[in-house]
Structures are given as structure tokens and as C-alpha cells.
């Protein structure tokens, strides 16, 4: 069974530009949720769908958006780039919400110049 | 809404001692606990969950938790570390009927050495 996939791996961009960043859940789960992780603030999390419902949002400004389709692939969204802005962005999939295991991707590692 | 501390931000061992990482945690409602680890270039992976019920909770690897709800504790242990151990540790909360809405600890880097 293949796992959490995050693509692109790497991305750079540069202040004021836009990224979308892609996740593909292990096969049958219906949930995704979306965290970043930064040396300064750790891990917190962005927002959650289930279903392609947003089930879910974290304290982020309305630059950050997702979606979820109907396979269940996720992308979520940065409009309007800043320097903080970089961080990993991790992708977690699960089959149902709140007390299951959470599976993870690699993460997308985003670079803002 | 919920707090995860973790108390040690690195803990050096050697191998084939025992080892504790120490997670504190504040809510105002039930919450369901977690511990995760993350290697180097990796994503994160679980290695036990309290839900309810019993408070010793064991995981993968040989780790095991204990749910201490009068102390606000969720302390995770290892009776004898090996070198692959060596990891980043994350403790973690949601609130019951929360989703997956994972409020984090800072970590925990163990570091195993010969």
C-alpha cells in the first residue's frame, strides 16, 4: 500500500508569488490534514478536510487555503508569499478523524526568498 | 483550547540504558493523547496513542506511555534505548471530537550515543 505522497518535494520562491502544494492520502482514507513546521514554532496545524469538507482550521491567515477532492487528493494554497512563509508543510492522511493514527508524507519543504 | 509542553528540549543517552521524555499537557476538556517520532527528512510517525481506558499504554519499538490524569501527564519511556532510536519525539493532543486537530509539543531530540 503506497503511503502519504507530498509533491514537489522542494519548492523555492519569492516574496509575493503564490504556491499550491499537492497531497495524495493513503488509498481509502477520507481524511487530510495539513500541518507546518518551523525551528521557531513547531508544528501547527493548518486545517483539516474530510470528505472535501473543511472540517477543521488552525489560527493561519486567509493566505492559506486548501480543497480536497473527490478521490481525496489535497492541495492547499499560499497566496501572496512572505519570508515566514518558509517551512516544511506536512501532509497526514487517516480513514476516519480524532482518534486514529495519523500516517504522514515527507512533507513539501518550502523556501520563500 | 489546548497546551502541550515538553519539558527537555534534548536528552543524551547511551545505549541499552532506560530512558524518560516528559510531556505535560493543560485543556479544559477530554482529550486523547499521542506520542509521535520523526527521523531526519522524514514525516512523523505514531508510536502509541491513549484514547481511554487503561492509563500504561505500549507502543511500537518498545515504547510505553502512562496517562497520568491528576498530574497532566503523558510520560513516554523506553526500558533500554539502541542507536536507532535516535530520533526527534513529539507529543501531541486533540480534544475528543476534535478531529484531527494535533496541538504539538516543541519536541524532545534524543540522542543515543555508544
Known amino acids: 500500500k503506497a503511503g502519504v505522497t507530498q509533491t514537489p518535494r522542494y519548492l523555492i520562491k519569492t516574496r509575493g508569488q503564490q504556491v499550491t502544494l499537492s497531497c495524495s492520502p493513503i488509498s481509502g482514507h477520507r481524511s487530510v490534514s495539513w500541518y507546518q513546521q518551523t525551528p521557531g514554532q513547531g508544528l501547527q496545524f493548518l486545517f483539516e478536510?474530510?470528505?472535501?469538507?473543511?472540517?477543521n482550521k488552525g489560527n493561519f491567515p486567509g493566505r492559506f487555503s486548501g480543497r480536497q477532492f473527490s478521490n481525496s487528493r489535497s492541495e492547499m494554497n499560499v497566496s501572496t508569499l512572505e519570508l515566514g512563509d518558509s517551512a516544511l508543510y506536512l501532509c497526514a492522511s487517516s480513514f476516519e478523524t480524532g482518534f486514529e493514527k495519523l500516517f504522514f508524507g515527507s512533507g513539501t519543504q518550502l523556501s520563500v526568498l | 483550547a489546548q497546551s502541550v509542553t515538553q519539558l527537555d528540549s534534548q536528552v543524551p543517552v547511551f545505549e541499552e540504558a532506560p530512558v524518560e521524555l516528559r510531556c505535560n499537557y493543560s485543556?479544559?476538556?477530554?482529550?486523547?493523547l499521542f506520542w509521535y517520532v520523526q527521523y531526519p527528512n522524514q514525516g512523523l510517525q505514531l508510536l502509541l496513542k491513549?484514547?481511554?481506558?487503561?492509563?500504561l499504554v505500549k507502543g511500537i519499538n518498545g515504547f510505553e506511555a502512562e496517562f497520568n490524569k491528576s498530574q497532566t501527564s503523558f510520560h513516554l519511556r523506553k526500558p533500554s534505548v539502541h542507536i536507532s532510536d535516535t530520533a526527534e519525539y513529539f507529543c501531541?493532543?486533540?480534544?475528543?471530537?476534535?478531529?484531527?486537530?494535533?496541538?504539538f509539543g516543541t519536541g524532545t531530540q534524543l540522542k543515543v550515543e555508544l
Open positions: 485543556s479544559s476538556v477530554s482529550v486523547y
Open positions: 501531541a493532543v486533540s480534544a475528543t471530537g476534535g478531529g484531527n486537530k494535533l496541538t
Open positions: 478536510y474530510f470528505s472535501e469538507t473543511q472540517r
Open positions: 491513549y484514547l481511554s481506558g487503561s492509563t
